[in-house]
């Protein structure tokens, strides 16, 4: 068993060793002929008009991010679903079923979380701003 995985081993190092190789050959053999034109950002042929650099917006982000989640979850149940007939016929059904769920559950948890957050919204609301409480110097000033 431990002779596997020390062919997965070699297998990774030489995976290294032939990618670090590779890259340090084409940095040895390219030419490097540094112009002014090679540095700025290219846009279709059209000179640049401003930096490349611009802020996107935080919702971008997060709106990627959550499809990202919910989307491995989609990739993780449609091979579950494939099986789930064979997890039955072996007698496995209400374990898996019971796996199932616990994951769906947990995804739901999720998704209920990041709704009351807010964060599938896309205009989000200003929470009131609660009033300052005033001090009692405060007080003898207004009344003075």
Request: aromatic share 16%; charged share 15%; hydrophobic share 55%.
């Amino acid at each position: 068993m431990l002779f596997h995985f020390a062919n997965v081993l070699v297998f990774f190092g030489l995976a290294v060793v032939f990618v670090g190789g590779m890259l340090a050959l084409s940095s040895l053999l390219r030419p490097f002929n540094p112009e002014p034109m090679k540095l700025t950002t290219y846009e279709c042929g059209e000179p640049p008009t401003g930096s490349a650099w611009i802020n996107f917006n935080i919702r971008f982000y997060l709106v990627a991010l959550i499809f990202v989640i919910f989307d491995v979850e989609i990739a993780f149940i449609y091979p579950v679903t494939v099986v789930y007939r064979d997890w039955v016929l072996k007698g496995n059904g209400l374990f898996a079923l019971a796996e199932i769920l616990v994951f769906l559950g947990i995804l739901f948890v999720g998704l209920v979380y990041v709704w009351v957050k807010g964060d599938l919204e896309w205009i989000k609301r200003i929470p009131a701003q609660a009033e300052k409480p005033s001090s009692d110097a405060d007080s003898l000033r207004a009344a003075a």
